[in-house]
């Protein structure tokens, strides 16, 4: 499917106020960005960084007042994401180099400290991609979903106590546990299609099989594109701010384009 | 300025070939990508990488029959490129580890052969900017720019004998004579306004003064577009296949914006 | 100073076990490997890659029964660690691009969560390096060192409110400091001169006056050989398994050689 | 088996001279290295990094006067090379992304120009292993190995044409060849196991059937241990020096260790 997303973002800025922007999705697996756009207003400059993730990062200093970002991007998106119960775990000695990052604990995602909760809901479970499911359904039934009572400094194991939080703590979550197991997890932010309310959203990756599978504990049947990937939410902030900004708005949109 | 540079491209493939291309342009210093447009038709999986440069190379298998790849851009670039006479040679012990890659020999810059006719060019020229510059002006000067007569496997070297050749040429023989003298040079294709006839264009970077600055041997006041940096022409084809598709038409334009 | 280093590393294994052991040290600043002795115990095969923080990472599988990792290296490194009272703090928007992940929180880490106590301890004092020696200063005379109390889950929030660590407790909590401030800092794990009783050290890195300085808590005046550097302790674990293999001997040296 | 392989460098310096060394073997696949001696005398400031290729570099300024290098490894390689006669040719589309650069034509590896020789030798042969097999037998047949006659300056076609070379020459010849009929190639420096005389080595290897093989068309059985890869000679000359200073000794050895 062909969507139309884009976001736009207001800062109020009090003094002039370096940022890392990440919002240029990239083409990769199943996305094709075939369209673009990003202006900052007023336009000042910046430069474009690729970081140790893949991720292109905008690197900017917002200038006193009203600072407007505005992306949008049309992507092609496959229907339905790769699904595959069954998908045998790949032992760590078969994992690319690059992957084994993904085991290690995180700032959001303290896989050291959830190993018993994720030994029990993987009971019984087969090894690899039945487990990532078990513990996707885990969380969809478990974790309640309400806005506000997480915050950016809420993670995994807190979530898993509190039982509350938002797209960002059930990823977090998610990454955490399937780490947990040595499954090699990663953080995704990006667009969803019908997400309500909505916003950008946050997911997770699983590698198993010999490759890496898309899950979602908020959704049913997830379809939308990726911005950004990283190990946890630290790593793909929208925007990383290191001075006085204040996010006054966020306007975020996904449509499905017709031919 | 603000330039709307695009091109298409129309292959006629008699057999299923793998291509990867090279023609989506990265923001970095003194350039914001600010749109874009990237289409395949007949739309097919395409896969995006980053390469060892910093390169967005797109990765696809190219279907029988006509495969048509338009690409668009938006671009703010500085409306004059930086110049800067007398900045100095910057000593090889000073580079950043990830310029020295640029001062080794490769495909179309036989910088080993060519050390003496730098020597002449730069004589008593100050270490530097001013060398490159020297480079810059011998080349415009001593090589006759005409379309037909260098091919895809003509070097710096041949094209230092031959005296003739196209903007390719051009750059490669500036990089060779750059690196010739221990200065590190890469080469760059991308659009240029007002290039006549249109068509995309290749120029060089040199690393001086403690950063790299753009030359161009075949323009007075090069204003324009990057795409893709590489050691040289070999690196930064705007196609490189595998199969059998013969590229029959390419359209480029490179547009001023007007507010 | 030329220092022979080493440790011995007995694993007692009860069913294969993947592990990345990070134990080959690297020469860089300051630092040249002139030595180096590496050996597995039985010998099996082990393969060495680079992670995206420049380590040399082994990677194997050890075998059921006692497994023996031997490394010594002797190092040539600088008699005193370079100090710089007064160096500026480094502008956000000056940083090197792969300087600035170490501004994020991490695992251990959680500088999104310490910037009270930062601003508390570095009041009135000149930003940047003086700030990082004041944050050095205030670990050394608030936190006790004692082995036994913390362990791996241990990050810098509850170091900073238990008021006890041994020494990656101390460098986990200087990083996150100093990051809470805009100041980006690294992990380092390496072997230490003279350190009493002697083990496998950590300090930090702080990036100050457009450069990397060492701080260690711990110490008067530090003299030791970095083996590998991360963003907190996760990511530069001795050895990371994945199986069960039981730790059941560490013998570390450090001698300075005579000519 | 375990190889004690080394070489001492002398270089006669007239004025300090910045050098760039690729003298640090690294363990990898099926080499494992277990001892290391590296040393400078004069012992001057030294920096190492790690080049695109994953080469270990180092950095140094030669100062006046009698500079020696000296380097020793205790290498564990394979008793036997891998061969797979009939291992298929990896289809591009389907090579990893890393390995795609060693497609392209390179300094002293015109595959553009050599793709003619290339279908006459692999005539009737089966795509992938059999073809490089039989570039490599072509070579060992063809090709007059003597010194001498190819310099720093000779590539593969001018090798092709004059049929006289020695193991860099053969190297780089059959990188070209095999590059030309889309198999991904690399140069590789290293130390081999009685060669006679004692020198350091090059050999190739290419990308079929899924992983690299080692070819090495001047020996019927190789055996030694890998310094550098790179995509020809250029990338890893063992010291790649930018100032006068002249290699006035080179001593190599490689002896078999024994328990």
């Avoid at 993730?53 to 917002?62: D, E």
């Avoid at 496959?78 to 993904?102: E, R, S």
């Avoid at 915050?151 to 106590?161: I, K, L, V």
Wanted: hydrophobic letters at 40%.
């Amino acid at each position: 499917m062909d969507l139309n997303a884009g976001c736009e973002i207001t800062f109020e800025v009090t003094a002039p106020t370096p940022m890392v922007l990440m919002l240029r999705p990239r083409s990769g697996y199943a996305q094709w960005v075939s369209q673009e756009r990003y202006t900052l207003n007023p336009q000042v400059p910046a430069i474009e960084y690729v970081d140790s993730y893949g991720n292109l990062c905008q690197r900017l200093v917002a200038p006193i007042g009203s600072f407007v970002v505005s992306t949008r991007a049309g992507v092609q998106v496959a229907d339905m994401i790769d699904v595959q119960p069954g998908a045998p775990f790949t032992p760590v000695q078969d994992l690319p180099d690059n992957v084994l990052q993904f085991l290690l604990p995180s700032r959001y995602c303290q896989s050291d400290q959830l190993g018993k909760l994720a030994l029990e809901i993987v009971e019984n479970t087969a090894p690899g991609y039945d487990q990532v499911a078990a513990i996707e359904a885990w969380i969809h039934t478990n974790i309640e979903y309400r806005y506000g009572v997480s915050d950016a400094s809420t993670a995994a194991r807190e979530t898993a106590e509190g039982r509350i939080g938002v797209c960002r703590d059930f990823a977090d979550l998610g990454v955490a546990l399937a780490r947990s197991l040595s499954i090699p997890a990663r953080f995704v932010v990006g667009y969803l299609y019908q997400l309500d309310p909505m916003d950008l959203h946050a997911w997770f990756e699983a590698y198993v099989g010999g490759r890496w599978y898309t899950f979602d504990a908020t959704q049913a049947s997830p379809r939308g594109g990726r911005i950004a990937y990283g190990r946890d939410a630290a790593d793909v902030a929208l925007a990383t701010q290191f001075g006085p900004a204040t996010l006054t708005n966020l306007r975020v949109w996904v449509e499905q384009m017709t031919g």
